[in-house]
């Protein structure tokens, strides 16, 4: 439901539940500890004023001092001591009903202890809540009485209860001035991606700068590599159509001329037969050019669906295809192999292999050496190096190669690498170039 909203519009709902939240549940807490402290601080005040030896010998008894009542209690007259001789005529109706209370009640339970234990309480009489608390006097037969009104705690706690609420709304206060900065700090880099997002859709130049080590910092920097990729794409696209277009213009130009001299009776190459062979030539190697093509695209289409990725001897196929291909020329083909297995389709690796000893054909001197360790594939040949500033691209499908090749041949070598979780690359030696095939790391 919260998607609906923009971001501060979210935060000031959470942020509004979380406040009416922490009325409702964090306050009744925060009373209910806060009354549990103040009985403790009322009956530490009581034990304070009964431990004062300054107040019990000098402060008239009845007298009330610092908030509190204390009075002593006679055990052998089972009476109250009052000074001046007017009983407790002059105190409180409440104070005169807690302490007939206490005669008969926790007064009588002290006396009957053998250990004399402290009893301390509170009663409510009327609207007047009064902490208690009764100890023995040491060596005597008496026992001190201390009483102290709710009024000193109300006084506590709405004190306390104030300085937690300006706490709180502080707290409150301050937190949500966060939160908020905290929120534009994220919505002012959001912004800007999506007016770079808006003007790569509408072909506009422009720069993202957002400074940031995050995730939304490395959400614009995939950003950024994407647009550069998308132009690069889009720049190899537009060379792939022009030298495809260049390099299919030859063959079509030939068949369409011989054609027409065929059809006037004209061979180019003295007879019928020998012309008709250079239009199958052409045708063939048209063919062969547009199935290249089409392939590259189906294995665009397999790596992105979902492989299985089956084990094969790859040793097995190696020897099958340099059985064939030393059958076919005269340059032989050195091999150091292993029992190793591959994952992948085997036909997929067979085309990707022929293509690379095609390639090493095209251009070794006199050595092809394959080399198969255990996730490692080496074919090496003893040709001219590469330069270095094509070693980068010379497996893109849009790259024109050595000699006016396009490098299909290496894109579906590098495309079916991937696909199976191998990487293939180039490296010149100090005589000659290997391509290498290694296990990518999951």
């Known amino acids: ?23 409702a549940l964090l306050m009744p807490l925060v009373d209910y500890n806060m009354n549990a402290i103040i009985d403790k601080q009322m009956y530490n005040k009581l034990e304070e004023v009964q431990n004062s030896y300054a107040y019990f010998h000098s402060a008239p008894p009845g007298r009330m001092v610092a908030h509190s009542f204390s009075f002593i209690y ?55 809540t009064y902490y208690y608390r009764v100890s023995k006097n040491k060596n005597m037969n008496t026992y001190i009485v201390s009483l102290l009104s709710s009024d000193y705690s109300d006084d506590l706690v709405t004190s306390m209860q104030a300085r937690i609420i300006y706490l709180q709304y502080g707290f409150l206060a301050l937190s949500a001035l966060v939160l908020i900065l905290w929120v534009l700090s994220l919505i002012n880099p959001l912004r800007k991606i999506k007016a770079y997002v808006d003007n790569i859709k509408n072909h506009t130049e422009s720069t993202l ?31 792939m159509i022009h030298n495809i277009s260049h390099d299919l213009k030859t063959p079509i130009a030939l068949i369409k001329t011989y054609s027409e001299s065929v059809k006037d009776d004209i061979y180019p190459y003295g007879t019928k037969e020998a012309s008709m062979d250079i239009i199958l030539e052409n045708a063939d190697r048209l063919e062969h050019k547009v199935k290249t093509l089409l392939y590259l695209n189906r294995l665009d289409y397999i790596g992105s669906e979902e492989k299985s990725l089956v084990p094969f001897d790859m040793k097995e196929l190696i020897e099958h295809i340099v059985t064939q291909m030393n059958a076919m020329n005269d340059l032989q083909i ?40 255990k996730d490692y594939l080496e074919i090496y040949n003893d040709g001219d190096p590469i330069e270095e500033d094509r070693l980068e691209d010379l497996f893109s499908p849009y790259v024109k190669g ?14 079916t690498a991937e696909m199976y979780g191998y990487k293939v690359t180039a490296v010149n030696r100090e005589v000659g170039v290997s391509f290498i095939f290694t296990k990518l790391d999951h």
């Open 402 to 415: 050595v000699k006016g090749q396009f490098g299909l041949g290496l894109s579906i070598v590098s495309k």
């Open 74 to 128: 006679n055990a052998t007259t089972g009476a109250y001591d009052f000074d001046n001789n007017d009983n407790n005529s002059n105190l409180p109706d409440n104070i005169r009903m807690m302490l007939s209370a206490l005669s008969s009640g926790a007064l009588q339970s002290i006396i009957n202890d053998p250990h004399h234990r402290v009893i301390k309480d509170k009663r409510t009489y009327g609207q007047q």
């Open 1 to 23: 439901m919260l998607k609906r909203f923009s971001l501060i519009k979210q935060l000031l709902i959470v942020f509004g539940i979380l406040a009416i939240l922490d009325v």
């Open 209 to 239: 700068n957002v400074k940031r080590k995050d995730e939304i910092g490395i959400v614009a920097d995939a950003i950024v590599d994407m647009k550069e990729d998308i132009e690069r794409q889009e720049k190899a696209k537009e060379e």
């Open 334 to 373: 050195e091999t150091v192999l292993d029992h190793v297995s591959f994952l992948g389709n085997s036909d997929h690796w067979r085309i990707a292999i022929e293509n690379i000893i095609e390639n090493a054909f095209r251009y070794a001197k006199s050595v092809i050496k394959i080399t198969l360790h």
